[in-house]
């Protein structure tokens, strides 16, 4: 089987490494895949820059997820041409314009050809200015004429785009993101030095970075020096985080290539986002046998599970500061939760797992025709 995936752009984040473990696992199960992709915007690393992908690839040029009525025709262009050149047997659209742009692309140049679109987290809350995410809504009601199959990250997702009326109701499936699983690793707390807190993501407001700056801040006053946190990522606000930071024992490393790889001496992720779909972060943590504590948004808690396979909270920044004080004067949750996080991860949340499920949805879409 022939797939395109066709993506927005491949920047150093969740959605790129989604599709760089999709492919090389459907690989395996003898499906050839194509990721068909735009510009990164000017802030952002290219996630092929340093990884060589198994699939093929092939970059749309006027592709770019800025709105532009030339280049966004362009681009539609392009895709019909690459549809046209590679026939593949089914497509697979990711994130907002290109998931747009490539399932009219599709069924004009096919009508007949199965199309299903992933959503990898939120459409519509924190992404975007209230006017365009009423657009989006607009937009991905009437895309339910183009699109056979919609998949989403977390039932979460799912429910809450279904409320806004998007998708009808039998064309929807969940698919929980899946991560290589790496051997078991067993994480000791260290009982007597700083608490080590680790941020990862890009520095904007949907990710809220100023959250977990405050956290810090309320700790340093709780128990000096108690505390560390690393922050991974740049963005937007890069430079206002660093300005709110100084004095705090926060460390910011820039964006740094497989962050999971090199910085690995942590004992506890934090999650700050406003809203998410299923972070991959909060994956990758867990591999390591590393618990996470994040706010309660999106499908986090499809993964946590408080107090057992991490740690959710309902308020504010005092909130999680509060909490994390908790977990410093016992160490031994933050363990009992890594191994827990781990397990989980190991049986659900496995990308030879996810590979199955879509390869699955592939199959049934391509026999209904």
Excluded at 55 to 77: A, C, G, M, V, W
Excluded at 87 to 94: A, F, G, V, Y
Excluded at 101 to 114: I, N
Aim: with cysteine; proline share 4%.
């Amino acid at each position: 089987m022939k797939v395109l995936h066709i993506i927005t752009r491949m920047n150093t984040g969740g959605p790129a490494v989604f599709l760089d473990h999709l492919t090389t696992s459907l690989a395996n199960l003898g499906c050839e895949s194509t990721i068909a992709y735009g510009y990164c915007e000017s802030n952002e690393i290219d996630y092929l820059d340093s990884k060589k992908l198994s699939s093929k690839t092939i970059k749309i040029k006027s592709l770019h997820r800025s709105l532009n009525p030339y280049h966004d025709l362009k681009s539609f262009i392009q895709i019909r041409n690459i549809i046209k050149t590679i026939k593949p047997d089914l497509i697979n659209t990711h994130t907002s314009k290109a998931g747009v742009l490539g399932r009219l692309a599709a069924k004009s140049v096919d009508r007949s050809l199965p199309v299903a679109h992933t959503f990898h987290g939120h459409l519509i809350y924190g992404y975007f200015a209230k006017y365009k995410s009423l657009i989006f809504t607009i937009i991905e009601r009437f895309m339910s004429n183009f699109t056979n199959m919609f998949i989403a990250v977390t039932s979460e997702t799912k429910s809450s785009l279904q409320k806004l009326g998007i998708g009808k109701k039998g064309v929807w499936q969940v698919i929980p993101i899946g991560i290589p699983i790496t051997a078991s690793v067993i994480y000791k707390a260290d009982p007597v030095g700083p608490l080590k807190l680790l941020w990862v993501g890009r520095f904007t407001d949907i990710k809220d970075p100023f959250y977990a700056i405050e956290t810090i801040k309320t700790l340093e006053a709780i128990k000096p020096a108690g505390f560390t946190l690393t922050m991974v990522g740049e963005g937007e606000i890069f430079e206002e985080a660093k300005k709110r930071a100084v004095g705090l024992p926060i460390k910011f490393t820039g964006w740094v290539k497989a962050p999971f790889e090199s910085i690995q001496e942590f004992d506890l992720l934090m999650l700050t986002s406003k809203n998410e779909g299923l972070p991959l972060v909060m994956l990758e943590a867990a591999n390591l046998g590393k618990p996470t504590i994040s706010r309660n948004v999106g499908g986090v808690s499809e993964f946590i599970k408080s107090n057992s396979t991490g740690f959710l909270i309902s308020g504010d920044y005092d909130d999680m500061a509060r909490l994390i004080t908790d977990l410093d004067r016992d160490r031994s949750k933050l363990e009992q939760a890594g191994v827990l996080a781990k397990k989980l991860l190991s049986t659900e949340f496995s990308v030879e797992t996810m590979a199955k499920q879509y390869s699955k949805i592939y199959d049934q879409l391509m026999i209904r025709g």
